[in-house]
């Protein structure tokens, strides 16, 4: 874990490392931004998880769908899923996503033409804290087996797996309006 004087804090995964939800990353109105940069095989990492915190009432996952980079969130029953229209050709793929405290999300992949944008069921951050931990290269967690059935563990080591928790935002520059000049 690194972290900075403005509020900002890294971490570091490896596939197969699990925390409880008392060790996880602090995402509680927070946005945060994930990369990810691993070899990938489509014959074994097509459907695969990459990183996941959550369950599927309140959390998120970074994740392949049949080839297709895809960022899901979830929140009391409300979900929203990114997925890139484009496969991932196989090799070395970085994956980077961001969860924006606007609501915000986006999703970017190597090889894919552009960037996938949509809007998480909330704006702030995540209201309150999930109550299961994070895990990395697992299957499901906060993907419903009905909605993902061919989800599983991602099958092979991570060159990098960084998550970062960026600073929050007081609540002066959210309350900051432009005054207009006489």
Known sequence: MDSSPDGMVSYFFQSGDRLGADASPDILER????????????????????????????????????????LTVNYDGLRSTLKSEEQLAPGQIRVRCLVSLDGSMSLAATGLTKEVRGYAPFEGGFPRLPTEGLSAGASFGPLPAGLFPNSAPFDGPFRLLRMTILPGVTEDRRAARAVPVE
């Open 31 to 70: 946005a945060f931004d994930i990369e990810v940069i691993f070899d990938y095989n489509p014959a074994t990492n097509g459907d695969s998880t990459l990183l996941s915190q959550g369950d599927a009432r309140l959390g998120f996952a970074l994740h392949l769908v049949d080839g297709h980079p895809a």
